[in-house]
């Protein structure tokens, strides 16, 4: 099966611009993640959306994050304005099922960031 | 709330030496446990997981961990590494409640010749 599609793979902009990330999860997956990897840290998730609803988003720094997930499958994480802090590798998962027994993640190959 | 500790940042080792990975957990509910591996510009990938069962769980590329609920570790180990081995490593928990994974800080495995 294919995995997770990310995209782009790179990104350098200067801080206060906007920057989108596109994830595409494997087919049929319900569940999907977005986790922020910073150098030198462990990802931490910043919002989950099973189907086309959000479970989780408590992480999200909302002033200047938004993230959506067009008809329960593809997904974009959009930063606007971005600063220093926010370069990091942008990793998209997804998974099954959210609901009841365990369901392993299945992750892209991430988007990194560089905010100049 | 879920966290992990990853106790060592960075661990060296000589090519065929064994090595163990240390993770401790804290959570006040029943956890699942799970190491990552993460190569260069890759996302991460499995290497195996406790979910319940035997406190002693085998993943792939010869690796195992041994799950302990008094300490409330889930060690990392492998008899011989191998060059191919040097990657970062994140130890993860999930409340069995939820589909969402706690990482740890991760640590970085060298393997010398």
């Known amino acids: 099966e294919a995995g997770v599609a990310q995209s782009p793979r790179y990104k350098i902009i200067e801080k206060r611009q906007s920057v989108a990330f596109w994830c595409n999860p494997i087919s049929g997956h319900a569940t999907l993640y977005w986790y922020q990897q910073i150098l030198g840290q462990g990802p931490k998730l910043l919002i989950q959306f099973q189907n086309n609803g959000v479970v989780d988003d408590s992480q999200l720094p909302k002033d200047r994050f938004s993230a959506e997930r067009l008809k329960g499958v593809d997904s974009t994480l959009k930063i606007q304005p971005a600063k220093l802090e926010d370069s990091a590798v942008y990793l998209c998962?997804?998974?099954?099922?959210?609901?009841?027994?365990?369901?392993?993640?299945?992750f892209g190959n991430g988007t990194r960031l560089t905010v100049t | 709330a879920q966290s992990v500790t990853q106790l060592d940042s960075q661990v060296p080792v000589f090519e065929e030496a064994p090595v163990e990975l240390r993770c401790n957990y804290s959570s006040s509910v029943s956890v699942y446990l799970f190491w990552y591996v993460q190569y260069p510009n890759q996302g991460l990938q499995l290497l195996l997981k406790y979910l319940s069962g035997s406190t002693l769980v085998k993943g792939i590329n010869g690796f195992e961990a041994e799950f302990n609920k008094s300490q409330t570790s889930f060690h990392l180990r492998k008899p011989s590494v191998h060059i191919s081995d040097t990657a970062e490593y994140f130890c993860a928990v999930s409340d069995q409640g939820a589909q969402k994974l706690v990482f740890g800080q991760g640590t970085r495995l060298t393997i010398n010749p």
């Open positions: 998962a997804s998974s099954p099922t959210g609901q009841g027994g365990w369901s392993p993640l299945h």
